[in-house]
């Protein structure tokens, strides 16, 4: 008898959550700076280079946000850009 192992995707769909310092409101990793829906606090979204760490520079286009590394002179995949939240 065969078993179907139905491998997994499901480790590929959370989205890792950026959430709010204040009161961990989950936030919106596209706009650098916004103000939490829930607590009202101002919150700074900095994009960080998985290789270097260095902060990544956000380019718009189209309604997409990439974000390129200087420091790396690479593209850097949305998947992998780590992002941490400040508050302001
Ligand atoms: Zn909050
Ligand atoms: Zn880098």
Redesign the pocket.
Known sequence: MEQDHGRSTFEELIMEALLCPSCQAELDTRSKEQTCGQCQANVRVTAI??????E?ERLKACGAVDYF????N?L?SKRSVQFKAALV
């Open positions: 280079c998985p290789t270097c760490q260095q990544l590394c200087n420091h790396c690479s850097i």
